[in-house]
């Protein structure tokens, strides 16, 4: 990713996030409930399926979808998750 951005990144942004983000074939967490359409990013998921940000909380409900559908629904990376990955 080549931005950093506090808070909400405005829908530029995140449609530019998304485009960079090459990976095929891997799945993620989108929300299911939650700001306008279930959210607007997609976060990496650890091997039960938990979003690797514990993003939402332990109540939160998520769905796991191939990177593909979440970039369809307009989702974008989920910041915290991209600052995770980097620091592994």
């Known amino acids: 990713m080549s931005k950093e951005y506090q808070g909400r990144p ?3 942004l995140r449609r530019e996030m998304a485009d960079e ?3 095929q074939d891997v799945e ?3 929300s ?3 700001a306008s359409v279930g959210g ?3 976060h990496h998921i650890d091997e039960d399926g938990v979003p690797i940000c514990n993003a939402g909380g332990p109540d939160a409900e998520f769905k796991i979808v ?3 559908v979440a970039k369809q ?3 974008s ?3 915290m998750c991209e600052r995770i990955i980097r620091q592994r």
Do not use: L, T
């Open 10 to 12: 405005p829908v530029n």
């Open 21 to 23: 983000d090459n990976r």
């Open 28 to 30: 993620v967490a989108i």
């Open 32 to 34: 299911v409930k939650g």
């Open 40 to 42: 607007y990013a997609y």
């Open 66 to 68: 191939d990177i593909g």
């Open 73 to 75: 629904k307009w989702k």
């Open 77 to 79: 990376p989920c910041q």
